[in-house]
């Protein structure tokens, strides 16, 4: 094969043998191992990682597992040991189906080879199950001749990683009492009494953290380029990063899901949790869960558990 070449998987298997059906399969006859990217199937079970970074020298790939956290197991572990074992990866994309039939056909890209520096990330997604869990998603790299394809698909990982790659000038814990300067523009349409509910709220949960013998900080964060920016509540010793609010409804979780994202990048190895004074709709608590953040709330005056399976909450 060349790359670029567009084939069925029965022409293949035919010449390499192996599982005509997996999406990572080894090859019968040869020191290969084939590695099929298909996005409508991916975005079918909701997720799609796989495709290109935008200088389209890196290819992320999903891992197999449908149900339940990924494991370096079966086909994940001959991509993440294929050089070990002496066996070259050769990455196919989906671009089409057979005309008239349900056929896929796919473009071989060439060979790659697994990143040695960062091999994979984890990523949450939800399992055909619809349960979220973690997924391993590949770092490849080209080996020789390749081409990008007829039809680029360009990573939805990238502008993470970049955006991960932005560093701050300055981040520095800071006493709860600190005065909180910057306010959003949405925050600035919400009521006083909210205000002062999210006070109130975030108040009791520093005293129940305390209790717990949990040193509480606050972040100022200082990015390149921009004013500062304070986190609410940080729990050292749990270490948990906390967002809070003084209501519960739709736009205030998702206000908070993007503060508390966008401290978290910066505050290296923090885990993340959003802070609320009554229970939210089922959907957000997923939203959250599926963002790997934790959804904290205040169940009686004083007494405080996660809606999540996360266990942000001492």
């Known amino acids: 094969m060349q790359p670029g070449e567009t084939l069925v998987r029965s022409q293949i298997h035919g010449a390499y043998g192996g599982n005509s059906q997996a999406g990572i399969a080894f090859s019968g006859s040869t020191p290969n191992v084939l590695v099929y990217s298909d996005h409508g199937k991916a975005a079918a079970n909701g997720y799609d990682f796989d495709g290109w970074d935008s200088s389209r020298r890196l290819y992320y790939y999903t891992g197999e597992g449908k149900v339940g956290d990924q494991v370096v197991l079966r086909g994940n572990k001959a991509i993440a040991n294929h050089v070990a074992d002496g066996n070259a990866l050769r990455l196919f994309v989906a671009?089409?189906?057979?005309?008239?039939?349900?056929?896929?056909?796919?473009?071989?890209?060439?060979?790659?080879?697994?990143?040695?520096?960062?091999?994979?990330?984890?990523?949450?997604?939800?399992?055909?199950?619809?349960?979220?869990?973690?997924?391993?998603?590949?770092?490849?790299?080209?080996?020789?001749?390749?081409?990008v394809g007829d039809d680029p698909h360009t990573s939805p990982i990238d502008g993470a990683d970049r955006a991960a790659e932005v560093k701050p000038i300055g981040v520095e814990a800071i006493p709860v009492a600190a005065v909180r300067t910057e306010q959003s523009e949405v925050e600035k349409t919400i009521s006083g009494?909210?205000?002062?509910?999210?006070?109130?709220?975030?108040?009791?949960?520093?005293?129940?953290?305390?209790?717990?013998?949990?040193?509480?900080?606050?972040?100022?964060?200082?990015?390149?380029?921009?004013?500062?920016?304070?986190?609410?509540?940080?729990?050292?010793?749990?270490?948990?990063?906390?967002?809070?609010?003084?209501?519960?409804?739709?736009m205030s979780v998702?206000?908070?899901?993007?503060?508390?994202?966008?401290?978290?990048?910066?505050?290296?190895?923090?885990?993340?949790?959003?802070?609320?004074?009554?229970?939210?709709?089922?959907?957000?608590?997923?939203?959250?869960?599926?963002?790997?953040?934790?959804?904290?709330?205040?169940?009686?005056?004083?007494?405080?558990?996660?809606?999540?399976?996360l266990g942000r909450c001492p």
């Open 254 to 309: 998702r206000l908070a899901l993007g503060q508390v994202l966008d401290y978290g990048r910066y505050v290296d190895g923090s885990r993340l949790a959003i802070l609320l004074p009554e229970y939210p709709a089922a959907d957000l608590v997923e939203l959250l869960e599926m963002h790997d953040v934790g959804c904290v709330v205040e169940a009686g005056e004083g007494n405080f558990v996660d809606m999540t399976s």
């Open 95 to 147: 671009v089409g189906n057979v005309p008239g039939t349900q056929t896929r056909v796919h473009q071989y890209l060439g060979e790659f080879a697994v990143d040695t520096n960062q091999p994979y990330l984890t990523k949450t997604a939800p399992g055909i199950d619809g349960v979220p869990r973690q997924v391993l998603v590949f770092r490849l790299i080209p080996v020789g001749p390749f081409v």
């Open 193 to 250: 009494p909210i205000v002062q509910v999210e006070a109130q709220l975030t108040q009791r949960f520093q005293k129940y953290l305390q209790s717990r013998d949990h040193a509480v900080v606050r972040y100022k964060i200082v990015p390149v380029g921009s004013p500062a920016i304070y986190s609410d509540l940080a729990d050292v010793t749990g270490n948990v990063l906390y967002e809070a609010k003084g209501c519960a409804d739709r």
